[in-house]
């Protein structure tokens, strides 16, 4: 059962829903990584088409078609591990 703090905290930085396709939908080879010494999530930049992957929930992949879409999504995660970091 979730408590007040865990409710808050998923309502505020909900996780995304797992994608086992997300490896699918990109184009091309890998350019480059983006945040791979964060410890919370890393982007994976490649021809067309971006991974975010979770590192907490054991490094899941999430598809994004934009730059900005990965960028804003790495950051949800990195905040929702922060906060509940916090604790």
Known sequence: MEN???KSINQTYGLPKMDYTAHAKV???IKKVYYHKSPWAFIEAYDQGYIVHN???GGTGHYRK???EAKDLRQNLANRYTAISNF
């Open 55 to 57: 590192k907490v929930v």
């Open 27 to 29: 184009v091309g080879d």
């Open 66 to 68: 934009t730059w900005n």
């Open 4 to 6: 007040t703090k865990t």
